[in-house]
C-alpha cells in the first residue's frame, strides 16, 4: 500500500512532489549526493553542507587519528526505514547500516591509503575507493545526515497534502554542523501501522548513482591497464591481421580480477585516473527519474493527462469552486512542469502573512523553458495565481501577482484562468507590467491547458518550449 492510498490523499504519483512509497516494503530508489548539488534552492544548499559537514568531520578525525570519535559519529547512524528506499525484499528493515556496519565503514576509512593522502574528497568517492561501501551504504548515510531538512520537508508535505501528523516521535539522528555532532529530537511525522514516514523529494533519488565503481573499473582502470600493456608489449598483446595491436579488456579482466580492493590499489599507484573521473563527471547531471519510470518501479499508472485536465476544466467558473480549481491545478501543474518545478507550497504567506501566493514552485530545472528563464532573469521560484473567474481579469489581478514578486523570490509568474473575453487585450497587460518592470507574468485559459496537456501526451517537449518561449518574448519585445 503507498503513502497515498494510506491516508487517502486522492492524489498518485505523478501529482506528488515526493516519492509515494510502499508503508511496508522498500523501493529499490537511492538518494544520489549529485542530485542534491544539483538543486538551485536554499534547501539543496542546506542538504549539501549538511553532507560536507558530516563527512568533512569524519575524515579530519581519522587523519588525527581520533578513531574513537570517528567511530562514535558513524555509530550513530541507523537505517533510515522510514523512508522506505533501499534493496530491502520484505518490510522495510535497512541493510546497509547499523552498528556492525557502521564499525566496519570506520574500519575501512582508517586503513584507506585514499584518506592520508588526500585522495579521498567526497561522500561519493567512498564508492569507488573504499571497501564495504556501496550505493545502498551512501544513500542511507545522506538520509541519517540531511533528517533534519527531510523533517521539515515532510512537514510542509503533510500540510499541503492533508496527511495527519503525530506529535513526539522519536526523529532520529540529527547532525548539528555547528556542534559537529549527533543529537536526538521529538518531531512531528506521519505514523502508518508499520511505523513512522519520513517523505523524500522525487527530484533527489535515482535508480543508480552518478559514481558507478563498475564504470570507473571498464572505462578507467582497464584502459589505463590496456595502454600499459601495450607499452611493455605484454603476453596480453594480440597482433591481428591488420597489423593492429590490441589488449582486450576480457583478459584484463582475467588476469588482474576486478575487485574493489585492486580498483583501490591501481587508482593509488595512478590518482590521476580518479580525478580524471571526477573532471569528467563533474559537468554531468542526472536527470531526474521520468513519471513512466516510477511508474515501472512502483508498479503505479502513468499520468492520466486527461483526467488531470478535466478536473481543472469541468469545474463551473465562479467563486463557488474557487478552491477546487486552485488544488486541480497544483495537481495538474506539479504534474505537467515536473521535473522543472518542484516543493509546490499553496497559499504561501510573504510579507509576514499579509499577503499569500495561490501556488508557489521552486525552480530546480536542469533543462528547457524553466532552465532558460532561471538561466536569465530571477526565477528562482515561479508563482501561480489561480482565478477561477467567470468575469474578465483586469489589472487588479496583474497587480496582485506581480506584487509577490522580488529579486529575492523571483520575478516570473503564471496568471491561471478560466478564459479571457479579450485576450489580446490582457497580453497587452502584461507586456505593460514587464515593461515597467514589475516582473513577467504568463496568462494560460483552459485552452493554453489543453495544448500543454497535448505536448505531455506527444512527448513534445520542443513544443512546450516554444509554447512558453514565444509567450515571454511578447513581454520582453
Aim: negative net charge.
Amino acid at each position: 500500500m503507498r503513502i497515498s492510498e494510506y491516508f487517502t490523499l486522492g492524489r498518485t504519483q505523478p501529482t506528488l512532489d515526493f516519492v509515494d512509497v510502499d508503508i511496508f516494503g522498500d523501493i529499490k530508489l537511492f538518494v544520489d549526493p549529485r542530485a542534491l548539488r544539483m538543486l538551485p534552492s536554499q534547501w539543496g544548499a542546506e542538504c549539501v553542507y549538511l553532507v560536507k559537514d558530516f563527512f568533512g568531520t569524519v575524515l579530519k578525525l581519522i587523519r588525527d587519528g581520533d578513531d574513537d570519535s570517528a567511530k562514535s559519529l558513524l555509530a550513530s547512524l541507523r537505517e533510515p526505514n522510514e523512508t522506505h528506499l533501499g534493496l530491502s525484499q520484505d518490510r522495510a528493515q535497512g541493510r546497509a547500516l547499523g552498528d556492525a556496519s557502521a564499525v566496519n565503514v570506520w574500519d575501512s576509512l582508517r586503513k584507506s591509503e585514499a584518506i592520508r593522502t588526500g585522495l579521498l574528497e567526497d561522500l561519493e568517492d567512498t564508492i569507488l575507493m573504499v571497501e564495504g561501501v556501496s550505493l545502498d551504504i551512501v544513500s542511507d548515510i545522506i538520509i541519517n545526515i540531511i533528517r533534519v531538512p527531510l523533517i521539515n520537508y515532510t512537514n510542509a508535505m503533510s500540510q499541503l497534502y492533508g496527511i495527519p501528523l503525530s506529535e513526539g516521535v522519536a526523529s532520529g539522528p540529527l547532525w548539528n554542523p555547528n556542534k559537529h555532532e549527533w543529537f536526538q529530537a521529538y518531531v512531528n511525522l506521519p505514523i502508518t501501522d508499520y511505523g513512522k514516514i519520513l517523505l523524500v523529494p522525487k527530484a533527489i533519488v535515482r535508480r543508480k548513482m552518478l559514481y558507478d565503481l563498475q564504470e570507473y573499473y571498464n572505462n578507467y582502470i582497464l584502459e589505463d591497464l590496456q595502454e600499459t600493456e601495450l607499452s611493455s608489449n605484454s603476453e596480453l598483446v594480440q597482433l591481428l591481421k591488420n597489423g593492429t595491436r590490441r589488449v582486450t579488456k576480457k583478459s584484463l579482466r582475467e588476469k588482474y580480477g576486478q575487485s574493489k580492493k585492486f580498483v583501490i590499489n591501481q587508482t593509488l599507484s595512478n590518482p590521476d585516473l580518479l580525478r580524471q573521473y571526477r573532471a569528467d563527471k563533474r559537468n554531468s547531471f542526472p536527470p531526474p527519474l521520468e513519471h513512466e519510470i516510477f511508474a515501472i518501479i512502483e508498479g503505479s499508472d502513468p499520468p492520466d493527462w486527461d483526467n488531470l485536465l478535466n478536473q481543472v476544466i469541468n469545474l463551473n467558473p465562479g467563486k463557488a469552486d474557487a478552491s477546487e480549481y486552485e488544488r486541480a491545478i497544483e495537481a495538474l501543474f506539479t504534474a505537467l512542469f515536473y521535473p522543472s518545478l518542484s516543493n509546490p507550497q499553496v497559499q504561501h504567506e510573504i510579507h509576514n502573512g499579509r499577503k499569500r501566493i495561490d501556488i508557489t514552485y521552486t525552480n530546480i530545472a536542469i533543462k528547457d523553458f524553466f532552465y532558460w528563464l532561471s538561466s536569465n532573469y530571477p526565477a528562482m521560484h515561479v508563482f501561480v495565481e489561480c482565478k477561477n473567474y467567470g468575469r474578465e481579469l483586469g489589472n487588479p489581478e496583474l497587480d496582485q501577482l506581480s506584487g509577490r514578486f522580488s529579486p529575492s523570490r523571483g520575478q516570473f509568474g503564471i496568471l491561471s484562468c478560466r478564459s479571457f473575453d479579450n485576450k489580446e487585450l490582457f497580453i497587452k497587460r502584461c507586456i505593460d507590467t514587464a515593461h515597467d518592470q514589475r516582473g513577467y507574468i504568463i496568462p494560460v485559459d483552459d485552452e493554453d491547458l489543453h495544448q500543454l496537456v497535448e505536448f505531455k501526451k506527444t512527448n513534445d517537449d520542443r513544443g512546450e518550449f516554444l509554447f512558453f518561449k514565444k509567450k515571454f518574448d511578447l513581454l520582453i519585445m
